[in-house]
Each structure stands twice: as structure tokens, then as C-alpha cells.
């Protein structure tokens, strides 16, 4: 199987990398990180210039038809530079939906508005109770003549302070835990009976709690068949693992990088401590770490896109486990080798940490993916 990157997916890279060289280091982090929204709009609208939001869309929304090799690209620069903007929420995950389970209306009204940076997209799915299970939803969806009625309460919708639009999932029909009877509904942001509290996550991110009372919405913007949405919500939530899994190499490739700097030029014993060859062996075991994760989210990213969900799954839980797991030994070696410079605020090491972290965590950990894939027999048959 040929790896190797064509031409047009290398000028991509060399685009984004040169992109995030020049504007995203990590003092202009920072200060992104206190501008009013938590991210940058100037960014944004570079993202939509060199064409980075219309990316995974079909041409004739505005888009150019990438797919998850694209995708992985992307997200490992961002991974790098820690990015902040809500590429994640609202193209992969807000775009996604509408792309795979919206009308030929919904996309056309919507996905160009994405592509050039206008519109931005949260997704409101996850609830209190419902942990890893995506098809454990409480907030209900009552048929009101030609509209529904959302009631509810939505946890850590990513970057939902600052979206324009949010998808919801909500209950039609059945019980708590079925995995049918599930809606997913396109909601304005300033909606009647919709309020919203934003705060800063961990690693520097931005969520928001929604509470949605009495919240109607038309017809015509439910996503798909209003009772059989889960499909298409683990599908575009694979799609979203497999770019994390891409970002959070990213965020690895620049812990080691980082850290081997420091062992060349930190001194200790008049000596440089990287001569030591314990540190040296410590040093190959973080390398050996990176990439067991790389082979993985290239795997992911294979996978990402195929129809057979059951396989699918099974590949996409196999790549979060290996990510979890080379994410913190990573880290936890990434610091301890920087010594105490590692968990200071105004080092970049701690931060890439705590990123890759909230990675293992989003849409289950490594423990949660461990577990499903021994239900599913394991990634091959014995």
C-alpha cells in the first residue's frame, strides 16, 4: 500500500505548515487564547482563503472533495501549533452531519456558508448521564403540528459559545437507551427558549453547557429521517476520532521534538544531560511511541470513510486505544525529561500535554475503546 503523499496533498501540507509557522507560535497562542471568542477570527478567515473549511466537501457545495488523508494533514499541523480555532466542531463535526445526513437543500444552503468561513457549526449531543454511549440521549423532540419542541440539556458542546448554528440530537421516540428514535435538528444559536454558558476547557479549548426549553424547530431544518439519525452520528464520529488521532500526533511529533532540543542544549555535569545514554534510551522509547500512534491514525484515516460499520468501529476503537495509550507515555516522559520547566504555563510542553489528554477523553478513552473492541472479537478474527 503506497503512504506516500501526491502532489497536490504535499502542496497542501507545505501550505498549512507554512501557514501555522508564520502566525501560530506559541506566544500568538496566547494571545488568541485571550481574544473574546478564545480563538482567532483572523485565522479563520486565513483557514477559508487557503481553502482549509471547504476541504472535505463535495465541489458543487463549495468544496473540494478531500478526504481523510487531507483530513490527517490538517489536523497534525494543527495538532502542532495547538490551534484553537472550531475546525473540529464546525467542519468535521458540524459539516459532517449536514453533509451525510442533510437534504441536497440543507447542504446547499449550508455547507458553502461553512466553506467560506461564515457560518460556524456546534454539535450538541453529549448529556450528563450519557458518558461514552452515543445513542443515550434524554432530550426529547415532541411533534408540534409540522415542527418539533426540544427540551433538554447538552454538556461540553465544543466551541458551542461561539456557533452561529447547533445541530442537537434529540428523542422522538423510544426510551433513554435505544438506538432508535433519535433526531438530530438544526437549531439557531439565538433561538427562543436556547441559553448557552461558555467556559474554557483544560487545554485551553472552549465548550458550553446548552439548555434548551420549549425550542422549536421547522420541518425543514430536521437533519435527515427525524427517528433514525444515529448512523450517520457514529459515522461522522469515527470521522472526528480519526482526526483527532491525527492531531494528537501532531501534538506528539512536537513534544519529542521539543524534548530532544532540550536535551542538546540543557547542561548538566558540565556536559549536555542528552549525552547521558539512559536519556538517549528514554529519548527512542517516546520515538518508538509516536509512531505505534502514527500507524494507527493512518490506519484510522483509512478506515474513517468505509461502510461497513462494524469494521469501521472496530478499526477506529483499536486506533483510539493506541493513541491514548502513546499519548500519555508521551507526555508523561516529555515532561519528566524537561524537569520542572515541563509543567510551567509559559512552556509550550505542559499544554501539548493536557491537549492530548482531553484527546483520549473526547468520545471515549482508551479504556471505554478497549472494552468495545474485545465485545466486537478484536480488530481480526482469531
Known amino acids: 500500500m503506497d503512504f506516500d503523499l501526491s502532489e497536490e496533498q504535499r502542496l497542501l501540507k507545505d501550505s498549512v505548515d507554512r501557514l501555522m509557522a508564520d502566525r501560530y507560535d506559541f506566544e500568538s497562542r496566547q494571545r488568541y487564547a485571550k481574544e473574546p471568542e478564545g480563538w482567532s477570527r483572523d485565522l479563520w478567515s486565513a483557514y477559508a482563503e487557503l481553502g482549509l473549511l471547504a476541504l472535505p466537501f463535495d465541489e458543487a457545495h463549495g468544496g473540494f472533495g478531500g478526504g481523510p488523508v487531507e483530513t490527517m494533514t490538517i489536523m497534525e499541523a494543527f495538532g502542532r501549533s495547538l490551534a484553537l480555532e472550531p475546525y473540529l466542531a464546525t467542519v468535521i463535526l458540524g459539516g459532517g452531519l449536514i453533509q451525510h445526513g442533510g437534504s441536497d437543500e440543507q447542504k446547499a444552503v449550508y455547507l458553502p456558508q461553512v466553506a467560506t468561513g461564515d457560518l460556524r457549526l456546534a454539535f450538541a449531543h453529549t448529556e450528563r448521564q450519557s458518558r461514552y454511549d452515543l445513542f443515550d440521549i434524554g432530550t426529547t423532540a415532541r411533534r408540534d403540528g409540522g415542527s418539533f419542541v426540544l427540551d433538554g440539556q447538552k454538556s461540553v458542546v465544543l466551541h458551542g459559545d461561539s456557533a452561529d448554528k447547533i445541530l442537537v440530537s434529540a428523542r422522538v421516540a423510544g426510551s433513554r437507551r435505544d438506538r432508535d428514535g433519535i433526531g438530530l435538528f438544526l437549531v439557531d444559536a439565538n433561538a427562543p427558549g436556547l441559553s448557552r454558558r461558555g467556559y474554557p476547557t483544560q487545554d485551553g479549548q472552549r465548550a458550553a453547557e446548552v439548555t434548551l426549553e420549549g425550542v422549536r424547530v421547522d420541518a425543514n431544518n430536521v437533519i435527515g429521517n427525524p427517528e433514525g439519525a444515529l448512523p450517520v452520528i457514529e459515522r461522522v464520529t469515527d470521522v472526528a476520532i480519526a482526526a483527532l488521532a491525527a492531531e494528537a500526533i501532531g501534538a506528539m511529533d512536537e513534544m519529542l521534538k521539543l524534548t530532544v532540543d532540550y536535551l542538546k542544549t540543557r547542561r548538566?555535569?558540565?556536559?549536555?544531560?542528552?549525552?547521558?545514554?539512559?536519556?538517549?534510551?528514554?529519548?527512542?522509547?517516546?520515538?518508538?511511541?509516536?509512531?505505534?500512534?502514527?500507524?494507527?491514525?493512518?490506519?484510522?484515516?483509512?478506515?474513517?470513510?468505509?461502510?461497513?460499520?462494524?469494521e469501521r468501529r472496530k478499526a477506529i476503537s483499536a486506533a483510539k486505544v493506541q493513541i491514548g495509550r502513546s499519548g500519555r507515555f508521551v507526555g508523561q516522559q516529555a515532561v519528566q525529561l524537561h524537569g520542572g520547566v515541563g509543567m510551567t504555563?509559559?512552556?509550550?510542553?505542559?499544554?501539548?500535554?493536557?491537549?492530548?489528554?482531553?484527546?483520549?477523553?473526547?468520545?471515549?478513552?482508551?479504556?471505554?475503546?478497549?472494552?468495545?473492541?474485545?465485545?466486537?472479537?478484536?480488530?481480526?478474527?482469531a
Not at 276 to 298: D, K, N, P, T, W
Not at 346 to 359: A, S
Not at 367 to 372: C, E, G, T, Y
Open 345 to 381: 504555563m509559559e512552556y509550550k510542553v505542559g499544554h501539548l500535554f493536557k491537549r492530548v489528554t482531553m484527546i483520549d477523553i473526547l468520545f471515549g478513552d482508551a479504556d471505554h475503546h478497549l472494552s468495545k473492541l474485545a465485545e466486537a472479537g478484536g480488530l481480526m478474527a
Open 268 to 310: 548538566q555535569f558540565n556536559t549536555t544531560i542528552g549525552s547521558f545514554q539512559v536519556l538517549q534510551h528514554r529519548s527512542s522509547e517516546v520515538f518508538i511511541a509516536v509512531e505505534q500512534g502514527r500507524s494507527m491514525a493512518m490506519f484510522a484515516a483509512m478506515m474513517a470513510q468505509d461502510r461497513n460499520a462494524e
